[in-house]
């Protein structure tokens, strides 16, 4: 399993269990607040939690936490910056193509932060996380800032990552058309649970 959690408890939702396999992508959906970014977060070990989780067979706590983040990577639904340049989030530049695909200047990555509008944070935060080459992506609505022909660029290039690296997702998304497209299996987070429909 390229990823395995049993019994996964955080705040107030207890006992959460998935699998997940290579070149796979789940759909994680659900109300506002029903707990899904909590869900990725918990996961990437970014808030405290209990239960198992691993990355083809090897438990979380085997990894260092820079380890972890780096095989199993977080986009959330907000990007953070905190450098002065974009470019010094990333370990190399990203791909000339990707950039173009993404309709992203090249010249932005030299921009400070705060120049970049939200879907020019999102597009980059994704090749950022991209950047450390992760076999599990944990995408938190990475769509959900850009327009249509935006949102099928980035499907693509997602769809082709995971194809070529062997990686797999579980993808949080408000839509059914989107989840459609993507993803294998759906789960609702619902009253604290996930529930396979």
């Known amino acids: 399993m390229s990823l395995l959690i049993r019994n996964l408890s955080f705040l107030d939702w207890r006992d959460l269990s998935l699998d997940l396999g290579a070149e796979e992508i789940v759909a994680i959906m659900g109300d506002s607040g029903s707990g899904k970014s909590l869900f990725l977060r918990a996961i990437a070990d970014l808030i405290l939690s209990e239960g198992t989780v691993e990355h083809f067979g090897k438990s979380r706590e085997e990894f260092e936490p820079i380890d972890w983040r ?3 990577g977080f986009l959330p639904a907000e990007i953070f910056w905190w450098e ?4 010094d989030h990333f370990e190399k530049s990203p791909p000339a193509d990707w950039m ?17 509008s939200m879907g020019e944070r999102q597009r980059l935060g ?3 996380m991209l950047d450390r080459r992760p076999k599990v992506l944990l995408l938190d609505e990475p769509t ?3 327009n249509e022909s935006a949102t099928e660029s980035v499907e693509s290039l997602i769809l082709e990552y995971i194809t070529r690296n062997e990686a797999s997702a579980l993808w949080v998304t408000h ?7 993507v993803a294998s299996k759906r789960y609702r987070m619902r009253n604290k649970q996930l529930q396979k429909f």
């Open 84 to 87: 002065d340049r974009v470019v």
């Open 144 to 146: 959900a800032n850009l």
């Open 70 to 72: 780096k095989k199993v």
């Open 175 to 181: 839509s059914d058309q989107q989840a459609s497209r």
């Open 100 to 116: 173009k695909r993404l309709s992203l200047e090249e010249g932005s990555l030299d921009w400070q932060p705060q120049r970049l």
């Open 126 to 128: 994704l090749l950022r």
